[in-house]
């Protein structure tokens, strides 16, 4: 049996609000919230998003309570986390 990777992502938008979400194909879906209309409505409002932060998680369930748990933040808390990266 093949192993699925999930992500846990941020993407920031035009606007500068960031977007948390997670999911099984990173690329895919950051394309879909740029392009498509499969993506978030509250990024399709925001265009272009741009990736800022992505976490592989171990399977759906510990992606969507990462996602969770980042979506809890604040936004100095977020921008702290994003900043950790570099």
Known sequence: MSHTRWWVYIVECKDTTLYTGCT???????????????????TSLRRPVI???????????????????IKRMT??????????LT
């Open 24 to 42: 099984n194909d990173l690329e895919r879906r950051i394309r879909q919230h740029n392009t498509s209309t499969q993506g978030a409505h509250y």
């Open 75 to 84: 936004r100095s808390e977020k921008v702290a986390l994003l900043r950790s």
């Open 51 to 69: 990736l800022r932060y992505s976490e592989e998680c171990e399977n759906r369930s510990s992606a969507q309570k990462r996602e969770y748990v």
